[in-house]
């Protein structure tokens, strides 16, 4: 497995697969052709039936400035969904090309190369494999962790923990309309303000930590900077639970530093064997693998043992399956921002389950890893992240 640094990257919303992977592939291919008088990009797949909702175009733009876009929505059996072709011109000729794949994440894959982020830090690739390492030499999951990562990982754990405060702050403290066209009112500041007469402490903090989820995903809404966990569409879960953690329930940084660690390890078994991305594998892959990831960290913050880690991860993913990637208009808006709270809620009961029941399950995560996988690929193309079924058809049918 590749090192855990790469689940986590700090860029702009709305989407990692949509819009940071492009940034920077398009970076990476003004860099090789900075002489090129003309510069063409040709998105397909999901990346052209939702790129413009998503804006794929800005964030191409940005990296690449006066590149002509181009939406090929015709072109079928593709190397990958999310796939874009990038042309440089000199003098009306061809200079060079890349074609280039945004796999997931912010992640991005040039075809017939190999990059730093490709190299395997970790022999193993299954979490059983994990597992019967930490208990033959009594490890935690964090002691696995730091011994085959370099020890950059814990500086570079603070800055990712950082930018995700400053989305949850200023999320909360935004109001107003969403841009998109959908009319879609920010409502973190809302439901962190309400209060209600005889409100239970549960209900208060089920509240506050949805407001946290809301806040986060606005601000990826908006397009403003938050931090792939896994991806910028289920952006909003881990850090309102481990926000959550520390700042209403006290737990030290230097916990929930190693939290994150843990969260990233889990989701990097799925991205290893399954896959992150919503246009590969519907939403499942995306909100799924955050609340599985969310699910790991709290049990790893509560101190419980690796077996109920693993089956608070299980849980989460387990009840996530065959869930659909169907962005109204292609924004990341609706369905996208209350399922990272409705998430983030159902990360904290698989932990609440796991802590009694881990002796009795019968599922293993690696089981339900591959388990997601299948249901993604039996999924209709429809259903991932293209805008062409579920709710975001549904949606038009209502309204117009």
Known sequence: MKSIKSIYKIGHGPSSSHTVGPYSAARIFRKRYPDADAYRVTLYGSLAFTGEGHGTGKAVSSGLPGAEIVYN?????????????????????????????????????????????????????????ILDICKKRNLSLVQFIFRFEDPSLRSYLKEVWDAMQDSVRRGLGEKGILPGGLGVERKARILYEKRCYNESADVTMNRVIAAYAYAVSEENADEQIVVTAPTCGSCGV???????????RGFPEEEILDALAVAALIGN??????????????????????????????????????????????????????LTCDPVKGL???????????????????????????????????????????????????????SHGGLAQMYYAYTE
Do not use: W
């Open 269 to 322: 078994v799925i991205r290893t064997n399954a896959s992150i991305s919503g246009a590969e594998c519907g939403c499942q892959a995306e909100i799924g693998s955050a609340s599985s990831m969310t699910a790991a960290a709290l049990a790893s913050l509560y101190g419980l043992n690796i077996d109920q880690i693993e089956y608070a991860a299980e849980i989460a993913m387990e009840h996530n399956l065959g």
């Open 73 to 129: 929505r015709e072109e079928k059996n593709l190397p990958h969904p999310n796939t874009m072709l990038f042309e440089a011109f000199k003098d009306g000729k061809i200079e060079g090309s890349n074609r280039i794949f945004s796999i997931g994440g912010g992640s991005i894959r040039i075809e017939n190369e190999t990059s730093d982020e490709e190299r395997e830090v970790y022999p193993q690739q299954y979490f059983s494999e």
């Open 238 to 248: 881990l850090p309102a639970v481990m926000y959550h953690m520390q700042y209403d």
């Open 332 to 386: 990341v808006q609706i369905p996208c921002i209350e399922r990272n709270a409705v998430a983030a809620m159902r990360s904290i009961t698989s932990v609440n389950l796991s802590r009694f029941l881990y002796s009795t399950r019968k599922i293993s995560f690696d089981e339900v890893v591959a388990t997601m996988y299948q249901t993604g690929k039996d999924m209709n193309e429809k259903y991932r992240e293209t």
